[in-house]
């Protein structure tokens, strides 16, 4: 069928629909609207069988749902009405929730059920995170099933007329408040999760106004409720009435006379406004017996021959200092006695690259950009130059540009078959470095690497395997994707000659270092990027700008009206056979 996305935003669920859709065969185009005529023009520009609005904040315009059939997902279940209801759902504690695909009328919400599915909420898990994993899983198989049901001319949806109806307004600042001498901590995380990643909650800290992005436990560090106890990594550690918070990012307000701030390491955002508190390096390795609850953005184990470093980073963005210290906790893990060392986060993001963020926050963002590359860089040699044991990139979640590039340098790539990966840099009018030129056409083939770098496509998890990007999907809820990873790969070293492999991975460096050094890719991948970062009117600049700022560009608009015309053809890859487990 012809299926024509709307949305307010190429957001990560907008992607993962277009990316599943496509691979049963549909033809989908994809437009960015902000408001009722936008609509009205992409359905001009568009023939289509049907519309779906994966996550639209404008009406549907009467005249397009009367003539088309226009299926909107709703973040609720069946009966849930109004504009923030995941945001309510974690703010009241819900224990489960749902998705809805529904059909655009009238009244918001109200139209008739294509289909739904509910899935279990975490206890401990923010509302972005949430979005992108349990949440996007249950809506691509309501969406699936609604085109399928669509598509068989046999279907009627339900009306919600007898449902129980539960309208929730949008949910604003002032009841997401938060007051630090009378709520105890669970109470301020379920404030701080339910406006994560958008829009932050607004406080008052060290006399300016903030919005507050993020928020993990603490067990062992009191004070004055409201008061900055410490910091670590970025964050700032705040008490609470009874315990204490992390939270790892701050945005400033907007003031009359300063525009909008943009999300950042709190420490970096707080500047010289942060008080001389000590800062609270966490181990690498957890101390032994019961674990306290704190934050650590960087996690060494051990199980038998295997090592996991598990790293988990805001909004997967890694700034100089995020790849300086993950280097180091690596280097770390390379000296233990495993044979197999898993790197990746427990659920969620896997790595998005070098961070926009704090590169336009810099005073010279030319040359933090040129630190960040180059510590992204060495970051990837590491993994590509380690010839003693196997590593494995366990890509839990969603993974782009340089972030991508890092999980192919790893010995095998296992991704959750939720997961979409964007391996490239056009979008952000860089050429890109961390070895693609290396790793990628190694992987994909030569013609395929240049394929996925030129268009700039979306690839779901399954896609990626074909493709050859990825050696395992791995099917499991966002919740026991580690669980599932530390089994695979203990039975890696079960039923493997993992001191076999690991002779032929070094042999196989040696073979590729003389054939042309690793030195030689990536002089040639920075003399580009420096080049476009150090030319002030390249559209890097611009770009980057308007990304971290969430503003839309012409470069975008054009590449999401030619979304529609783009097909990737698999490229053979190793058997199972000759990749034994």
Same mark, same amino acid.
């Given at each position: 069928?012809?299926?024509?996305?709307?949305?307010?935003?190429?957001?990560?669920?907008?992607?993962?629909?277009?990316?599943?859709?496509?691979?049963?065969?549909? $033809?989908?185009?994809?437009?960015?609207?902000?408001?009722?005529?936008?609509? +009205?023009?992409?359905?001009?520009?568009?023939?289509?069988?049907?519309?779906?609005?994966?996550?639209?904040?404008? @009406?549907?315009?009467?005249?397009?749902?009367?003539?088309?059939?226009?299926?909107?997902?709703?973040?609720?279940?069946?009966?849930?009405?109004?504009?923030?209801?995941?945001?309510?759902?974690?703010?009241?504690? =819900?224990?489960?929730?749902?998705?809805?695909?529904?059909?655009?009328?009238?009244?918001?919400?109200?139209?008739?059920?294509?289909?739904?599915?509910?899935?279990?909420?975490?206890?401990?898990?923010?509302?972005?995170? #949430?979005?992108?994993?349990?949440? @996007?899983?249950?809506?691509?198989?309501?969406?699936?099933?609604?085109?399928?049901?669509?598509?068989?001319?046999?279907?009627?949806?339900?009306?919600?007329?007898?449902?129980?109806?539960?309208?929730?307004?949008?949910?604003?600042? =002032? =009841?997401?408040?938060?007051?630090?001498?009378?709520?105890?901590?669970?109470?301020?995380?379920? %404030? #701080?999760?339910?406006?994560?990643?958008?829009?932050?909650?607004?406080?008052?800290?060290?006399?300016?106004?903030?919005?507050?992005?993020?928020?993990?436990?603490?067990?062992?560090?009191?004070?004055?409720?409201?008061?900055?106890?410490?910091?670590?990594?970025?964050?700032?550690?705040?008490?609470?009435?009874?315990?204490?918070?992390?939270?790892?990012?701050?945005?400033?307000? +907007?003031?009359?006379?300063?525009?909008?701030?943009?999300?950042?390491?709190?420490?970096?955002?707080?500047?010289?406004?942060?008080?001389?508190?000590?800062?609270?390096?966490?181990?690498?390795?957890?101390?032994?017996?019961?674990?306290?609850?704190?934050?650590?953005?960087?996690?060494?184990? &051990?199980?038998?021959? *295997?090592?996991?470093?598990?790293?988990?980073?805001?909004?997967? @963005?890694?700034?100089?200092?995020?790849?300086? +210290?993950?280097?180091?906790?690596?280097?770390?893990?390379?000296?233990?006695?495993?044979?197999?060392?898993?790197?990746?986060? &427990?659920?969620?993001?896997?790595?998005?690259?070098?961070?926009?963020?704090?590169?336009?926050?810099?005073?010279?963002?030319?040359?933090?950009?040129?630190?960040?590359?180059?510590?992204?860089?060495?970051?990837?040699?590491?993994?590509?130059?380690?010839?003693?044991?196997?590593?494995?990139?366990?890509?839990?979640?969603?993974?782009?540009?340089?972030?991508?590039?890092?999980?192919?340098?790893?010995?095998?790539?296992?991704?959750?078959?939720?997961?979409? #990966?964007?391996?490239?840099?056009?979008?952000?009018?860089?050429?890109?470095?961390?070895?693609? $030129?290396?790793?990628?056409?190694?992987?994909?083939?030569?013609?395929?690497?240049?394929?996925?770098?030129?268009?700039?496509?979306?690839?779901?998890?399954?896609?990626?395997?074909?493709?050859?990007?990825?050696?395992?999907?791995?099917?499991?809820?966002?919740? &026991?994707?580690? %669980?599932?990873? %530390?089994?695979?790969?203990?039975?890696?070293?079960?039923? $493997?000659? *993992?001191?076999?492999?690991?002779?032929?991975?070094?042999?196989? +460096?040696?073979?590729?270092?003389?054939?042309?050094?690793?030195?030689?890719?990536? @002089? &040639?991948?920075?003399?580009?990027?420096?080049?476009?970062?150090?030319?002030?009117?390249?559209?890097?600049?611009?770009?980057?700008?308007?990304?971290?700022?969430?503003?839309?560009?012409?470069?975008? %608009?054009?590449?999401?009206?030619?979304?529609?015309?783009?097909?990737?053809?698999?490229?053979?890859?190793?058997?199972?056979?000759?990749?034994? #487990?």
């Amino acid at each position: 069928m012809r299926i024509l996305l709307v949305a307010s935003a190429f957001n990560s669920l907008t992607q993962r629909v277009f990316a599943e859709l496509g691979d049963r065969g549909h $033809t989908v185009a994809v437009t960015v609207v902000d408001g009722e005529e936008a609509v +009205r023009a992409a359905v001009r520009r568009h023939p289509v069988d049907l519309i779906i609005a994966p996550m639209l904040r404008t @009406a549907i315009p009467r005249d397009i749902w009367s003539r088309h059939t226009c299926l909107v997902i709703h973040p609720g279940p069946p009966g849930d009405r109004g504009p923030s209801s995941l945001d309510r759902a974690l703010h009241d504690g =819900e224990a489960q929730w749902g998705v809805t695909v529904l059909q655009a009328e009238e009244e918001m919400d109200a139209g008739a059920v294509w289909a739904d599915a509910a899935f279990a909420v975490p206890g401990d898990v923010a509302k972005s995170d #949430l979005y992108r994993g349990e949440l @996007a899983d249950a809506a691509v198989r309501a969406v699936l099933l609604a085109v399928e049901r669509y598509a068989s001319c046999r279907w009627m949806p339900r009306s919600q007329d007898g449902l129980p109806v539960r309208t929730r307004t949008y949910l604003r600042q =002032e =009841e997401r408040r938060i007051d630090w001498e009378s709520m105890p901590t669970e109470s301020v995380l379920r %404030a #701080l999760r339910a406006a994560d990643s958008q829009p932050g909650v607004r406080d008052e800290l060290l006399g300016d106004e903030w919005f507050l992005h993020g928020g993990h436990p603490e067990d062992r560090l009191r004070g004055t409720p409201g008061t900055v106890l410490a910091t670590r990594s970025g964050a700032i550690c705040r008490a609470t009435a009874d315990g204490a918070v992390w939270i790892p990012e701050l945005r400033r307000c +907007r003031t009359r006379t300063d525009p909008p701030g943009i999300k950042l390491p709190a420490t970096l955002a707080l500047g010289e406004r942060l008080p001389p508190v000590p800062d609270l390096p966490a181990p690498l390795e957890p101390p032994p017996g019961p674990a306290p609850r704190t934050w650590s953005d960087i996690r060494y184990t &051990e199980c038998g021959a *295997v090592g996991f470093l598990r790293f988990r980073f805001p909004g997967g @963005a890694m700034s100089t200092a995020h790849c300086r +210290r993950l280097l180091t906790a690596y280097r770390d893990a390379c000296r233990r006695p495993t044979s197999v060392l898993v790197l990746g986060g &427990e659920r969620d993001f896997f790595s998005n690259g070098i961070h926009l963020n704090v590169i336009e926050a810099a005073a010279d963002p030319a040359a933090e950009s040129w630190a960040n590359i180059n510590a992204m860089d060495d970051l990837v040699e590491a993994l590509l130059t380690t010839t003693d044991r196997l590593v494995v990139a366990a890509v839990a979640g969603n993974a782009a540009a340089g972030g991508a590039m890092l999980a192919l340098a790893a010995d095998e790539v296992w991704c959750r078959d939720g997961a979409v #990966l964007n391996p490239h840099y056009r979008l952000m009018g860089l050429y890109g470095s961390e070895y693609w $030129t290396y790793t990628l056409p190694r992987r994909a083939g030569a013609q395929q690497a240049t394929a996925l770098m030129e268009q700039a496509v979306p690839v779901s998890a399954a896609r990626a395997h074909t493709l050859g990007l990825v050696d395992r999907l791995v099917g499991s809820p966002p919740g &026991e994707f580690a %669980a599932a990873t %530390a089994r695979m790969a203990a039975e890696l070293t079960r039923h $493997t000659d *993992v001191s076999a492999r690991i002779a032929a991975k070094k042999a196989a +460096r040696e073979r590729d270092e003389q054939t042309k050094p690793l030195a030689s890719y990536r @002089a &040639e991948e920075l003399r580009r990027m420096r080049a476009t970062f150090f030319t002030p009117d390249a559209p890097y600049h611009a770009l980057r700008s308007a990304f971290v700022r969430k503003q839309p560009t012409p470069e975008a %608009a054009e590449h999401l009206a030619a979304l529609s015309h783009l097909r990737l053809r698999p490229h053979p890859v190793r058997s199972t056979a000759e990749q034994p #487990l």
